[in-house]
């Protein structure tokens, strides 16, 4: 089975109704088989995904790197989606800071563009927002990028509705990065409504909730060291084991259907698309041939108006943030 399409907000390119998260593969999650990521990558093309996520704040521009021979080796058949913003320092390996400014966007996608070894991206996003720097100057500096050649279309991650319109009036926004799942549906108060009003192609990103919607595991404390899902707070203490229980919905429906808790979570997230009217292209992450052909065959499960209802009421009764610091995700400025 193939991949079904959905337009990439008003391009007039289409691509396959679920992408790739290549994150892992580099950093975040635990030891990685390079081998096997790779031919995960092969893997997936031949499924139908043709968008691969990726940024350069993953393994600190080593994601870029990585998947750089893939997306030379299929250039006209991958759409590359990566990332500016978020800065880290080699000599310190838990800062972080987003920039927006002009200057760095420009040095920025050069960077991206000789690690990955290409002459455009298709698909450049600002990862995160500063609220300290006009939104206009950065976007119009990523607009510049688009008529210098070096970038086909522009993204945003983690913005309000508001943020959003107010980018498209200075230039279409082909697609907005959030985090949606049955845990997380804060995105769907302005910022779904927005995407749908300008056409802009939503992908949800954790769309299994980082792991934890599969029953993968159950709490932090079962992550080997290094995982930064340690530090989130849904994932730890009272929280990690009160949400547990919440994915039994999920897990009673997967085995009345025969299929897996992840694929039940992904479909749920597919559906998106006609509950809101617009393209909804979710990028689980994943390193395995095996976890991969299990995440594309989710996009064609349909789930019952009762299944729905029975999915409903969870993330509601969520407790804990995504994230120890909500401050740069849209939820955190609404």
């Given at each position: 089975m193939?991949?079904?399409?959905?337009?990439?907000?008003?391009?007039?390119?289409?691509?396959?109704?679920?992408?790739?998260?290549?994150?892992?593969?580099?950093?975040?999650?635990g030891?990685?088989?390079?081998?096997?990521?790779?031919?995960?990558?092969d893997?997936?093309?031949?499924?139908?995904?043709?968008?691969?996520?990726?940024?350069?704040?993953?393994?600190?521009?080593?994601?870029?790197?990585?998947?750089?021979?893939?997306?030379?080796?299929?250039?006209?058949?991958?759409?590359?989606?990566?990332?500016?913003?978020?800065?880290?320092?080699?000599?310190?390996?838990?800062?972080?800071?987003?920039?927006?400014?002009?200057?760095?966007?420009?040095?920025?996608?050069?960077?991206?563009?000789?690690?990955?070894?290409?002459?455009?991206?298709?698909?450049?996003?600002?990862?995160?927002?500063?609220?300290?720097?006009?939104?206009?100057?950065?976007?119009?500096?990523?607009?510049?990028?688009?008529?210098?050649?070096?970038?086909?279309?522009l993204?945003?991650?983690?913005?309000?509705?508001?943020?959003?319109?107010?980018?498209?009036?200075?230039?279409?926004?082909?697609?907005?990065?959030?985090?949606?799942s049955?845990?997380?549906?804060?995105v769907?108060?302005?910022?779904?409504?927005?995407?749908?009003?300008?056409?802009?192609?939503?992908?949800?990103?954790?769309?299994?909730?980082?792991?934890?919607?599969?029953?993968?595991?159950?709490?932090?404390?079962?992550?080997?060291?290094?995982?930064?899902?340690?530090?989130?707070?849904?994932?730890?203490?009272?929280?990690?084991?009160?949400?547990?229980?919440?994915?039994?919905?999920i897990?009673?429906?997967?085995?009345?259907?025969?299929?897996?808790?992840?694929?039940?979570?992904?479909?749920?997230?597919?559906?998106?698309?006609?509950?809101?009217?617009?393209?909804?292209?979710?990028?689980?992450?994943?390193?395995?041939?095996?976890?991969?052909?299990?995440?594309?065959?989710?996009?064609?499960?349909r789930?019952?108006?009762?299944?729905?209802?029975?999915?409903?009421?969870?993330?509601?009764?969520?407790?804990?943030?995504?994230?120890?610091?909500?401050?740069?995700?849209?939820?955190?400025?609404?």
């Amino acid at each position: 089975m193939r991949l079904p399409t959905a337009p990439l907000g008003r391009s007039g390119r289409l691509i396959g109704t679920q992408g790739l998260g290549c994150m892992g593969m580099s950093e975040f999650y635990g030891p990685t088989d390079t081998a096997e990521a790779l031919a995960t990558l092969d893997a997936a093309l031949e499924a139908g995904v043709t968008l691969f996520d990726t940024a350069d704040v993953y393994g600190n521009g080593a994601n870029e790197e990585l998947i750089g021979p893939f997306v030379r080796a299929n250039r006209d058949r991958v759409v590359l989606a990566t990332k500016f913003a978020i800065e880290r320092r080699e000599d310190d390996p838990t800062y972080r800071a987003v920039n927006n400014r002009p200057a760095y966007i420009r040095t920025a996608v050069d960077a991206s563009l000789r690690r990955l070894g290409v002459d455009v991206i298709d698909l450049y996003y600002m990862h995160r927002r500063d609220p300290a720097v006009p939104l206009a100057e950065s976007v119009g500096a990523m607009a510049e990028l688009v008529q210098a050649g070096k970038v086909r279309e522009l993204g945003l991650s983690e913005v309000t509705g508001d943020e959003l319109r107010e980018a498209y009036a200075v230039h279409p926004i082909a697609a907005l990065q959030s985090e949606w799942s049955l845990f997380s549906r804060d995105v769907e108060r302005t910022a779904v409504p927005a995407a749908a009003e300008l056409g802009v192609t939503f992908v949800p990103y954790s769309p299994l909730g980082r792991g934890f919607l599969t029953g993968s595991f159950a709490a932090a404390e079962q992550l080997t060291e290094g995982d930064y899902r340690r530090n989130h707070p849904q994932f730890s203490g009272p929280n990690a084991a009160a949400n547990a229980a919440l994915i039994a919905p999920i897990q009673k429906i997967a085995a009345d259907r025969g299929v897996t808790a992840a694929q039940v979570a992904l479909a749920w997230v597919h559906q998106r698309a006609e509950v809101h009217g617009l393209a909804v292209v979710p990028i689980p992450g994943t390193r395995k041939r095996t976890r991969l052909a299990e995440n594309t065959a989710a996009a064609t499960l349909r789930l019952t108006a009762a299944e729905l209802a029975a999915l409903e009421p969870i993330a509601g009764q969520v407790t804990g943030t995504r994230y120890a610091d909500m401050s740069s995700t849209s939820a955190g400025r609404e």
